[in-house]
């Protein structure tokens, strides 16, 4: 019974490249989640997201930033025109409809 | 904004010993999980508490939501070196978008 996937789990952009984010939830989940962990900070929301529909995109910086999660594949977090501040350890959760998160391992994304 | 805090925010024990480690908000939430988290992972689901006042346990873990829904803590016992890593709470306010709120962890070493 496979966990949450996400790769890459390493991920090295120069600025102003774009990084692309890819997470399969578990099995049986419909309803995905992103956080984003800073240094020295706890997680933070960022975006929710069913197939095909963003729910709550609250935590997403207005710029540069875009998720999706389509009817087949991954959903993808991704990130334009990467700058430093960008550098973090993203994290996908998924969930069925109301219950538990359940986080994948995370992709730490490092902007040079 | 719903803030949690965790104390302490480090905590250097030896093996055996009992500890407990707080997580406070002046919100109320409607669940709050405790995750524990090791270096480059995702953060693992420990426990959901739900009612005011439930305390559940799990193995030499103890979980305890607060009355009023706003306080959690977790208690160790025997602590081991296993038990080392980041533990995090974080809060659901409820609703239909199960946004978790993170509190920033309380970092665990058991020394041997």
């Known amino acids: 019974n496979a966990g949450v996937m996400q790769n890459p789990r390493h991920l090295v952009r120069r600025r102003g490249q774009e990084a692309r984010l890819r997470c399969s939830p578990m099995?049986?989940?419909?309803?995905v989640y992103w956080y984003r962990q800073l240094p020295e900070e706890g997680l933070k929301f960022m975006v929710y997201?069913?197939?095909?529909?963003?729910?709550?995109e609250s935590g997403m910086p207005k710029e540069r930033f875009s998720a999706e999660f389509p009817k087949e594949g991954p959903s993808i977090l991704r990130i334009q025109q990467v700058v430093r501040g960008d550098s973090a350890a993203y994290f996908c959760?998924?969930?069925?409809?109301?219950?538990?998160?359940?986080f994948g391992p995370g992709t730490r994304l490092t902007v040079l | 904004t719903q803030l949690l805090e965790q104390s302490p925010q480090f905590l250097s024990i030896q093996e055996g010993e009992n500890l407990t480690v707080y997580c406070n908000s002046s919100s109320v939430f409607s669940s709050l999980q405790w995750y524990r988290q090791e270096p480059g992972e995702g953060p693992v689901l420990l426990v959901t508490v739900v009612t005011g006042g439930e305390v559940k346990k799990l193995k030499r873990l103890t979980f305890q939501f607060g009355d009023a829904r706003k306080d959690s803590s977790l208690h160790i016992t025997a602590a081991q070196p296993g038990d080392t890593g980041l533990y995090l709470c974080a809060g659901d306010s409820g609703g239909s978008n199960y946004k978790l709120t993170f509190g920033k962890g309380t970092l665990l070493t058991v020394n041997p």
């Open positions: 997201l069913q197939k095909e529909n963003i729910i709550d």
């Open positions: 099995k049986g989940h419909s309803h």
């Open positions: 959760a998924s969930s069925p409809p109301g219950r538990e998160q359940y």
